[in-house]
């Protein structure tokens, strides 16, 4: 049956009974590269279209949706909602894996195939580069995206979210929203919102107030009202905009300007998560009492739900765990598996009123928004500062709708997102945790994203890191497949420990002076901080910017000799390298903030390629000759460092001649003198 038949049966039946998907409008359905096949799987078809909501707000599983009882009802005394979709599936499902891949779409666009199939990223995939090597569609995945963000930008290809606006008693809702951004050249604009977003509305003639600082601990300085205003910059002068905030004297790169304004309209921001949940229930169980998919018929064509999501998306999937999301108004559980990646230790703005679900925590950009927030770890832990006592999984260990779960991080996470704080105890003595449906992944010496070579250098002190961590990616999301429909154990989980002496604090890094190279000396930290009495229990944001307490310890991976890290996925570039591969790398002098990490970016530095370049720069890692003897040695070793992975699952088998070609290709260029 394909997913359109499948599709139509089961809202055929959703008239008659009660379901959180009232229907999908299809606006496009069409061959995936004009019926290519697929290995085993066959022909892949494209849908596009729009997918409906309504929610019962009196419903248990949507009480912690904050402002539930603000949002219009329609006559059945319901919420709706609804959003874009975006589905590629097997044209005969019965022949695929029948399990749906859900990617939570980061700012409404489509990573997967990018970060499985190797192919060339697109948000809209129509050419045979955008599908790679094919590795989903051979597996026989049904891949699906839906927007779930309220402010993504109307730009071509990404996927929307529409939701009402929180009123109450028919009178607009105000509140207090922060702005902040650091720029890198010399300007006289930017914008309210985070990137392109759309802000929320400011209120004219309310107060509003902006400071600037160097640091993210450095103390504010206001800057005088008659000095700015809400405008943007035209070029010989400013434009009235209240999505922007203008300064005649400019904007100075690498400090951090913060406006602080009244609002209002606040949006629903929180029913993305019930969206989520909704639609991967739709898929896998129908609508009541429809005998088309019933849970448990061997024969149904989608018996499980894995849904990924990367860096924002990653922890969207936490903050959707902890508010125990995954069990629907039936009490059903929506995913089997769930994959938060590079999310660190972070939650997000994803279910509080005036929620900017873009804004991050980064080490130099867009501070103090609620994202890295108690609790990190998925079991429960006792903070002795303010005394709460909690854990990502509190929630869906008490329903009994606890998925299989994979935490998988680079490096940058841990300098930069706090990721530490997802598998050690609240103080930081001793690893704690995780439970024992959840692995915990560090892919050694990486990016954010996955590396690649040629290295380049933009707005960093070093070249980028050159890692790729797709092969590690490929090989887990294999294993996660067979955990959640054969049952069979994942690969036990690589992260730095404490009680191995791989997991310290920033000065204890051994990290080798290496001429040119400085060494961060502070990263991204997580406070406790307080956002006003109703923030937990209301998701009512009341002060800005938050009042600040004790920050919780961060540590990070400890290094070898070279200065690669000792813990984790260490694949052959970390194992058989040609340098160094750090998490970290600091802004460019031009850019301002010298001293500060530079967002989502690693190290790539080359080792020596003789003894005599060694010596004479004073470099203290072996160089190339020294550990080498010729080509055809060092890819001897990666060769045989990629099947010692295979063999425990961190890689695949068949993925190794491409790891070696990687290699060779690095060997090539770097040995060349480029």
Request: net charge neutral; charged share 25%; hydrophobic share 35%.
């Amino acid at each position: 049956m394909s997913l359109l038949r499948y599709l139509t049966a089961v809202l055929a039946l959703a008239a008659a009974s009660p379901a959180a998907v009232v229907r999908v409008e299809i606006a496009e359905r069409s061959d995936v590269l004009a019926g290519k096949a697929f290995g085993k799987t066959g022909a892949y078809e494209r849908l596009t279209g729009r997918v409906f909501f309504e929610v019962d707000p009196g419903n248990e599983a949507n009480r912690l949706i904050s402002d539930i009882d603000l949002a219009p009802r329609n006559s059945h005394g319901k919420v709706e909602f609804s959003a874009d979709l975006y589905v590629l599936a097997p044209k005969d499902l019965s022949k695929g894996n029948r399990t749906v891949f859900y990617e939570v779409s980061n700012r409404g666009r489509k990573g997967l195939l990018d970060k499985y199939n190797l192919g060339a990223g697109s948000f809209d995939p129509r050419e045979a580069e955008h599908f790679g090597d094919g590795f989903l569609m051979e597996r026989g995945y049904t891949l699906v995206w839906m927007g779930w963000q309220q402010d993504v930008p109307p730009e071509k290809d990404l996927l929307r979210f529409y939701v009402p606006i929180a009123t109450r008693d028919g009178l607009s809702v105000t509140g207090v929203v922060r702005s902040d951004f650091v720029p890198d050249t010399l300007i006289r604009s930017f914008h309210l919102a985070d990137r392109t977003h759309i802000p929320y509305r400011a209120i004219e003639n309310a107060p509003r107030s902006m400071t600037v600082r160097d640091c993210a601990q450095c103390p504010r300085q206001q800057i005088p009202r008659d000095q700015w205003q809400l405008a943007r910059d035209g070029g010989s002068g400013p434009v009235p905009d209240t999505a922007h905030v203008y300064m005649a004297s400019g904007f100075q790169p690498g400090k951090i300007y913060e406006v602080v304004y009244q609002a209002l309209d606040p949006k629903l921001v929180g029913l993305g998560l019930a969206a989520t949940r909704d639609l991967m229930s739709f898929l896998k169980y129908g609508a009541p009492g429809t005998t088309e998919m019933p849970l448990g018929n061997a024969h149904r064509d989608i018996r499980h739900t894995i849904g990924f999501g990367s860096s924002q998306s990653g922890r969207f999937l936490r903050t959707f765990l902890y508010f125990g999301m995954n069990r629907d108004e039936q009490g059903r559980m929506a995913f089997d598996g769930l994959w938060p990646s590079v999310a660190g230790g972070g939650r997000g703005s994803f279910n509080h009123r005036f929620a900017q679900p873009s804004r991050d925590a980064r080490p130099h950009f867009n501070f103090l928004y609620p994202t890295d927030i108690f609790p990190f770890t998925d079991l429960a832990q006792k903070d002795p500062e303010t005394g709460l006592e909690e854990g990502i999984l509190a929630r869906p260990m008490q329903q009994k709708s606890v998925p299989k779960v994979f935490y998988t991080n680079s490096s940058y996470e841990y300098y930069g997102r706090s990721a530490s704080l997802i598998h050690q105890n609240v103080d930081g003595s001793r690893d704690f945790g995780p439970g024992p449906e959840t692995r915990v992944y560090l892919v050694a010496g990486t990016n954010h994203g996955p590396g690649s070579f040629p290295p380049r250098q933009g707005k960093q002190q070093n070249m980028a890191n050159t890692n790729d961590y797709r092969w590690a990616f490929r090989a887990l999301l294999d294993a996660m497949q067979a955990w959640v429909a054969e049952g069979k154990e994942p690969p036990p989980s690589q992260h730095p420990r404490i009680d191995k002496d791989q997991l310290v604090p920033l000065p204890a890094v051994q990290f080798p002076k290496i001429p040119g190279v400085a060494f961060p000396t502070h990263i991204q930290t997580a406070f406790r901080a307080d956002y006003g009495p109703e923030f937990r229990s209301k998701g009512v944001v009341a002060i800005e910017p938050p009042h600040l307490g004790k920050p919780f310890p961060m540590k990070v991976p400890q290094v070898d000799r070279d200065g690669n890290e000792t813990s984790g996925i260490r694949l052959p570039v970390i194992t058989v390298p040609l340098g160094t591969n750090t998490g970290w790398n600091l802004r460019a002098p031009e850019i301002g903030a010298p001293n500060e990490l530079f967002s989502m970016t690693g190290s790539w530095l080359p080792f020596p390629k003789t003894k005599a370049e060694r010596e004479r720069t004073g470099d203290p890692r072996l160089s190339i000759a020294e550990r080498y003897r010729n080509r055809e040695d060092f890819l001897r070793q990666v060769r045989q460092a990629a099947a010692d992975l295979a063999a425990q699952r961190y890689v695949l088998e068949g993925d190794i001649p491409r790891i070696v070609e990687q290699s060779a290709a690095q060997w090539d260029y770097y040995m060349s003198g480029q």
